[in-house]
């Protein structure tokens, strides 16, 4: 019901009243498991506070903040409980350092949690070798589910294979 009633309020022409309402709409929805729904309300939040970021008064600004800024050990915190979002992310940030062990092993808590990012990374550690031998078929099988979960690189990943016939039995 809060999803429903809410959901009029997203295009407010009152800031306030549009941010409340993306906020509730976006943790009304959760429980539904209607994601796309709360990560676009989510997103439209972000957006506004990005737009308005300037005009609005102090006691109602926001921290706006990108994974970017996030220190590498609170990311490790994150990660360390559970927080999937927090696992692809540490998991790049270790990717970069070449910690490739480590990565796989953040990617792979991440995939076993449907992470559609961390099992794309996954096949990219795969099929370039990153601390794994390069292993073109478990990569595309590792693209393929990416790819079911929704993972736009993942499904030109799989187009591709299967236009050229790579490992597509």
């Known amino acids: ?3 429903q009633i809410t959901g009029g309020f997203l295009s407010h022409e009152n800031l306030a009243i549009r941010l409340s309402a993306c906020l509730i709409y976006a943790y009304a929805n959760l429980p539904l498991g209607k994601i796309n729904q709360a990560r676009f309300a989510l997103a439209e939040m972000q957006l506004e506070l990005n737009a ?3 005009s609005l008064p102090q006691e109602n600004k ?19 409980q559970g927080y999937v979002e927090a696992i692809f992310q ?3 940030v270790l990717l970069e350092k070449n910690e490739f062990e480590n990565a796989w092993k953040l990617f792979s808590n991440g995939a076993e949690k449907n992470d559609k990012f961390c099992v794309f990374y ?13 292993n ?24 591709q294979a299967y236009l050229r016939g790579n490992n597509t039995q």
């Open 90 to 92: 540490y998991g790049k």
């Open 52 to 54: 308005h970021k300037d």
């Open 136 to 159: 073109s078929e478990l990569a595309f099988k590792k693209y393929l589910l990416a790819a079911d979960l929704g993972h736009i690189d993942s499904q030109y990943n799989v187009a």
């Open 1 to 3: 019901e809060a999803a």
């Open 62 to 80: 926001a921290i706006i903040v990108s994974w970017d800024d996030v220190p590498e050990t609170q990311l490790s915190i994150w990660s360390s």
């Open 122 to 134: 996954l096949g990219v550690m795969l099929s370039e070798g990153l601390g794994r031998n390069i």
